[in-house]
């Protein structure tokens, strides 16, 4: 059974860079059919896809249009772990943030969720 | 703003069935058969329901279903719990982008 913990700060202060882990068990990050996304959730903007990655023979990323161009993910294959990394946040980057696996096209196993709040 | 569209709130007796819709356009839930669908409890995860617009995990239910027709999603509890009282959301995959509703509150009476 996979399962997924997240680690990170609840707290970031505007204009900085808002850094998550997702650590893997029961699975790895290297998998050739699952995918490791975040996604995240608000009072305002309700659940929003944020990217993922995935290993097919290479890294693929793709981020949604939403966060594409402050957003990073990073897999680490030594710790078995992948990382979000959103730059420049304003109060607006507020919410619960998960990360999940995805099988398929569906999110089939996701993270404890932490909430993250931006202000100063 | 969601970009797929949910009632607010859905209700049903114990036992009976309800179904809740979820409406998306021609770029997401219309051109792909990759609907899911999360039971979020407060407090907890969400949880995969349905995947591929009809298809269940091991170990869901089969009191829990899915359908789709055109643009619009369906999905219908039958059997209604006292345990199925939760938040339900939709998700479609949208080409390399994944949009969700808004959330259904489902009641027991």
């Known amino acids: 059974q996979v399962q997924l913990q997240q680690s990170g700060p609840g707290l970031v202060k505007p204009s900085q860079t808002l850094s998550l882990t997702c650590v893997i068990s029961g699975d790895s990050v290297s998998s050739n059919t699952a995918a490791w996304h975040w996604v995240r959730q608000s009072p305002v903007r309700g659940f929003e896809w944020l990217g993922k990655?995935?290993?097919?023979?290479?890294?693929?990323?793709h981020y949604g249009p939403s966060v594409k161009s402050r957003l990073a993910i990073n897999p680490d294959t030594s710790k078995n772990q992948y990382s979000l990394h959103l730059n420049s946040v304003t109060p607006e980057d507020t919410a619960v943030y998960y990360c999940?696996?995805?099988?398929?096209?569906?999110?089939?196993?996701w993270g404890q969720g932490i909430m993250v709040t931006v202000s100063s | 703003q969601s970009a797929l569209t949910q009632p607010p709130s859905a209700s049903g007796s114990l036992g009976q069935s309800v179904t809740i819709s979820c409406t998306g356009t021609s770029n997401d839930i219309g051109n792909y058969n990759y609907v899911s669908w999360y039971q979020h409890l407060p407090g907890t995860v969400p949880k995969l329901l349905i995947s591929e617009v009809n298809k269940r995990p091991s170990g869901v239910p089969d009191r829990f279903s899915g359908s789709k027709s055109a643009n619009t999603a369906s999905l219908t509890v039958s059997g209604l719990q006292a345990e199925d009282e939760a938040d339900y959301y939709c998700s479609s995959y949208a080409g390399e982008n994944w949009v969700f509703g808004g959330g259904t509150k489902l009641t027991v009476l």
């Open positions: 990655t995935s290993y097919r023979s290479r890294w693929y990323y």
């Open positions: 999940a696996r995805g099988w398929g096209y569906a999110f089939e196993s």
